[in-house]
């Protein structure tokens, strides 16, 4: 392996560098020293082998110049030359330069060009261009007057004609400051250069003018400071052609005067007249070979003369400085290959690879789909606890939500007697009864009425079932903004095909499962079961209607029989006015729960149902004296009073708390009140308060154009239709949840897989589905870039070694 081709590791390494912002590569760099007006920017110049630095007599380098050449292969540099002609001609100006630039061109046919960080992008094919922006950016910012700056400029020479260097011009050492430099300007260009040279890795190229002794060499001297052993320091001899005649500089190229490992080297650059007469590179450097060929002294020695071995020897040291650096390089190389892979391995296959087999992207879009299902699944069951939210109730819980609270609360809110006033149950009386006035509870008319009260749990059971749908919905969609949306966000078109079958699904099922739901009201419709264990009864519901007007009558009128009652009761409602009031409240804003106790009777109240239930069902046949249906038919038969008395008695002893009667009904109630829930008076048996007398008979002129019967009669249906509609929204707020849990929850559980599969995974598809979303692709793309850039550069680098 030759020698430059070294470089292109070095600069490659530098790009890295730049790239992934490791500074600590530190790659080797050469700079030139010397008093000022040695010829430091003249050596530079020939190395590189173009006029493009700013020279001459005084302090021209006010900036350090940081210099990268880069060797580039003559067709790439006609390639860039051609398309960038192509590219920038925009104006006349450009147009002529390009014509000009094209006579030039055409001689030597290769192209060469500068970049400067200020100005990115932007290719300086002019040489001159280049001195002019150097000059223009030294004055930017060291101003005008011969001032300095510490901030470099940045310049990267690409072209086919230069060995690969990273060079830097530095300011000249001086002694007096002129113009606008500071008074200290010795000591700031010293530590401006220090600071340069004094980095291990960098190659000190000490310039001393040939025709001054060497002694008084500044660069040597500063050279010395940093490099005391002199390893790393190359010396130069310019101005050899200055040089008094019979005097030659032998000695010291020989290594015989000042001790420098890597030796001295003579040079010979343009004079200034030379500068002046535009005297080209070429013909200087063979001028200068001409020099030491023909020089009596030197052209034993010529070989190890003159710019060319500067250049070669500069390569050399070079190369084996990288090469002591090249194991650190490596270690880090590899370091970052390896965070380049883990972050590539994080991008997921690419596609290319899977587009190696049908199975492989077959696979992954079956176990993409899986992972979908499951996740899907798991949201609803509560399972994948990583990603189970603090904030809001999501997934499974909050369908139970739906359940319980939601659907709950709306079947609560529902009031039994919705839009049935008296007017309505009485007709519905007198209809079913026919001509003649029925001699028992009026069945018929309590089965028409009831029924459109259970059509009013049709509403909230349809809502639920849309609840649930909209929950599933959302877990569906949500399913992608955790765990396995990470792998799915690379593939959109897969995810939102998932998303469409799986709602898909849900929307067949969402049909099929309100039917069912609405069906089940329908059922309950269908057929009163008037014997469920739970109704209330007609024969229990009439007692207590009875009870209550007899208590209500004899309150009112403030009779004996009131005396008597009161004395049967035990003095219990000697203070009835009071409660009077209270009772009129509750039955006014009946609680749904109350009602519900009516059916199902809560602790305390277990024992008074069954006995009211076993009174009921073993005494209504027999119809014999003191009980509830026996005093029910008394009333309506005009038996004897004391039959009543016994009765009262019976009741008293079942529900010994006291009974709350109304005072101010006449202006509130009515049938079809809405039930504002309210407080429950503890004391007061739920039976009595669900069918409490209370809310009917006064306000209501109709109710007082009834007959005492029908008063009865209506009331009575009124309290039928609170109990039994009761059963059926208890069974209903027990069905709906379990029907949506089956026909929709469930189903799409059990059948999102299947689906998904039917669905998608088919060949045809795959290319479709796992088309990668682009910034993705992109990221990869680069990351794969970079990746190649590392592992072709640890390949050199192992070419190397
Ligand atoms: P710098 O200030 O160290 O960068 O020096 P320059 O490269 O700007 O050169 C200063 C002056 O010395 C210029 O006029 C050059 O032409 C001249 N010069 C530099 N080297 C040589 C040389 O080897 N021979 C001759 N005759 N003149 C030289
Ligand atoms: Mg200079």
Not at 8 to 31: E, M
Request: with cysteine; proline share 5%; hydrophobic share 35%.
């Amino acid at each position: 392996m030759s020698l430059q081709d070294l470089i292109p590791v070095v600069n490659k390494l530098q790009d890295i560098v730049t790239t992934t912002q490791l500074a600590d590569l530190d790659l080797p760099i050469l700079a030139v020293v010397g008093s000022q007006s040695c010829g430091k920017s003249s050596v530079l110049e020939n190395i590189v082998g173009k006029d493009f630095l700013p020279r001459g007599t005084g302090i021209v380098t006010r900036r350090p110049l940081v210099l990268q050449l880069i060797n580039i292969k003559a067709e790439d540099a006609r390639k860039v030359a051609q398309y960038s002609e192509e590219e920038t001609e925009v104006d006349l100006e450009a147009h002529l330069r390009k014509q000009t630039s094209k006579t030039k061109s055409s001689k030597d046919q290769v192209r060469e060009w500068g970049e400067f960080l200020h100005i990115p992008k932007k290719k300086f094919f002019n040489f001159h261009d280049i001195r002019n922006e150097i000059e223009n950016e030294t004055a930017r910012i060291a101003g005008e007057n011969k001032g300095i700056s510490r901030i470099p400029i940045n310049l990267k020479i690409y072209s086919p004609n230069v060995l690969n260097l990273t060079v830097v011009d530095l300011p000249g050492l001086t002694k007096i400051p002129i113009g606008d430099q500071p008074t200290d300007i010795e000591r700031q260009t010293r530590s401006l250069i220090s600071e340069y040279i004094a980095k291990p890795n960098c190659i000190i190229l000490a310039v001393s003018p040939a025709n001054v002794d060497l002694v008084n060499s500044e660069s040597l001297k500063l050279a010395r400071q940093v490099d005391p052993t002199g390893k790393r320091t190359v010396g130069i001899l310019t101005k050899l052609d200055l040089m008094d005649q019979g005097t030659n500089a032998l000695d010291i190229l020989k290594g015989n005067v000042y001790p420098l490992k890597l030796g001295f080297i003579g040079i010979v650059n343009r004079s200034q007249r030379d500068i002046s007469e535009n005297k080209s590179l070429e013909d200087s450097l063979f001028a200068e070979q001409q020099f030491f060929a023909s020089h009596p002294s030197y052209k034993t020695m010529s070989n190890k003369c003159g710019t060319r071995y500067l250049a070669q020897t500069l390569n050399k040291i070079l190369m084996n400085h990288i090469r002591d650096r090249l194991p650190d390089i490596k270690a880090k190389l590899n370091t970052l290959m390896g965070q380049t892979e883990q972050e590539l391995a994080a991008y997921g296959d690419t596609p290319a690879n899977l587009n190696d087999s049908k199975e492989g992207r077959g696979a992954l879009v079956l176990s993409l789909m899986t992972k979908f299902a499951n996740s899907f699944v798991n949201s609803i069951e509560g399972t994948s606890m990583s990603e189970v939210s603090t904030k809001e109730l999501c997934g499974g819980a909050r369908i139970y939500y739906i359940y319980n609270e939601v659907f709950g609360s709306q079947l609560a809110s529902i009031n039994p007697t919705h839009n049935l006033s008296i007017h309505d149950i009485r007709t519905a009386i007198r209809n079913s009864t026919g001509p003649r006035p029925s001699l028992f509870v009026p069945e018929l008319a309590f089965d028409l009425l009831v029924k459109p009260q259970i059509k009013l749990l049709e509403e909230p059971s349809h809502k639920c079932v849309e609840l649930v749908y909209e929950e599933l919905m959302k877990i569906v969609h949500n399913v992608c903004s955790t765990g396995i949306g990470v792998e799915l966000n690379r593939y959109p078109r897969l995810q939102s095909k998932l998303i469409e079958v799986v709602s898909d699904l849900l929307r067949e099922r969402l049909g099929p499962t309100i039917k069912y739901v609405e069906s089940l009201i329908e059922i309950h419709t269908a057929y009163i079961n008037t014997n469920h264990p739970n109704f209330v009864g007609a024969a229990k519901a009439m007692s207590m209607v009875v009870e209550e007007r007899q208590r209500q009558m004899e309150f009112n009128s403030k009779d004996k029989l009131k005396l008597a009652s009161e004395r049967i009761l035990n003095g219990n409602r000697s203070d009835s006015p009071e409660e009077n009031s209270e009772s009129e409240k509750d039955s006014d804003g009946m609680d749904i729960n109350e009602v519900d106790d009516v059916i199902k009777p809560v602790k305390h109240k277990k024992t008074d149902s069954k006995q009211n239930g076993a009174l009921r069902s073993d005494s209504t046949p027999t119809l014999t004296g003191g009980t509830p249906h026996d005093s029910y038919l008394n009333y309506f038969f005009g038996k004897d009073p004391i039959t009543h008395q016994q009765y009262l008695q019976t009741q008293a002893q079942l529900n010994p708390t006291p009974f709350k009667f109304p005072q101010q009904h006449e202006s509130t109630l009515k049938f079809n009140s809405s039930f504002v829930p309210n407080e429950t008076n503890g004391s007061v048996s739920p039976d009595m308060k669900a069918l409490s007398l209370s809310d009917s008979f006064d306000s209501d002129e109709t109710i007082n154009e009834l007959s005492e019967r029908e008063q009865l009669e209506c009331e009575l249906i009124r309290r039928l239709i609170i109990s039994y509609f009761s059963i059926v929204r208890e069974m209903i707020q027990d069905q709906v949840p379990k029907s949506i849990m089956c026909l929709l929850v469930n189903y799409i559980k059990q059948h999102i897989q299947n689906r998904l599969v039917v669905k998608l995974y088919n060949d045809v598809m795959f290319d479709d589905l796992l088309q990668e979303d682009e910034t993705i692709q992109m990221e990869r793309e680069k990351c794969v870039d970079l990746l190649n850039t590392y592992r072709e550069a640890s390949r050199i680098i192992s070419d190397v070694v």
